[in-house]
């Protein structure tokens, strides 16, 4: 079946380094959205992606889309203890939206 | 506006009662989800609906049932409960499926526990 690939499951981060998760589809989406949970929290919705090999930014959040529409990229630069939580992505195929499994965000204390 | 509001926020359950978690949400969306996230894991579809009276299966559906009298409602019904059920339950809706805009609106979820 359709699958969404997210990696890595697990991040280890200090306070101030960059975070990247990515994630990789086994077909073309259409379009993919990002979302965040805070622990015991539920998924939020961040930004969709559309466009083949777009771009957006929020403060210190870039997402990307791959050119073939079949992988993403978020980026966190300089993290804050506000960043903790898990971030999924989902991308919309064949009349479905797929979700990868997240990737969590742990800043070390 | 409360956006989707899920109860009750716990739950526990012997095995083999029934209950159900209601999902309400004031933003007019036709589109209606029940997901479920096991511990450290990710989104599971159970069932959505596509408007008032039109449910589908989604990836987990057995041992689930839902009903849509209404745009607003749309309630999942768990019967036997099993402790395989032992989740977070989340309902989400959005505008349509592909949301091309602003994504998926889920509730606060509701955490079951079945013993």
């Known amino acids: 079946g359709q699958q969404v690939m997210q990696i890595p499951q697990y991040q280890h981060v200090q306070e101030g380094e960059d975070f990247t998760t990515y994630c990789n589809s086994s077909?073309?989406?259409?379009?993919i959205q990002w979302y965040k949970q805070r622990p015991g929290g539920h998924p939020v919705f961040l930004i969709q992606?559309?466009?083949s090999g777009e771009v957006k930014k929020q403060k210190r959040l870039t997402f990307q889309f791959g050119e073939a529409k079949k992988n993403s990229s978020l980026h966190i630069t300089a993290t804050q203890t506000t960043d903790v939580g898990t971030y999924f992505c989902?991308?919309?195929?064949?009349?479905?939206?797929?979700w990868g499994a997240g990737t969590k965000l742990i800043i070390k204390p | 506006n409360a956006g989707v509001t899920q109860t009750p926020k716990f739950r526990i359950l012997k095995i083999g009662q029934s209950m159900t978690l209601q999902c309400a949400q004031d933003?007019?969306?036709?589109?209606m989800y029940w997901y479920r996230q096991d511990p450290g894991m990710g989104l599971k579809l159970i069932y959505y609906?596509?408007?008032?009276?039109?449910?589908d299966k989604g990836e987990v559906p057995n041992g689930y049932n839902v009903s849509r009298s209404t745009t607003e409602d749309f309630p999942l019904r768990l019967e036997l409960a099993a402790p395989s059920q032992t989740s977070v339950y989340f309902c989400?809706?959005?505008?349509?499926?592909?949301?091309?805009?602003?994504?998926?609106?889920f509730g606060s979820g509701t955490r079951l526990t079945v013993v």
């Open positions: 989400a809706s959005s505008y349509s499926m592909r949301d091309v805009g602003n994504g998926y609106t």
């Open positions: 933003m007019n969306h036709n589109y």
């Open positions: 609906s596509v408007g008032a009276g039109i449910t």
């Open positions: 077909t073309t989406l259409s379009n």
């Open positions: 992606l559309v466009k």
């Open positions: 989902a991308g919309y195929s064949n009349y479905q939206l797929i």
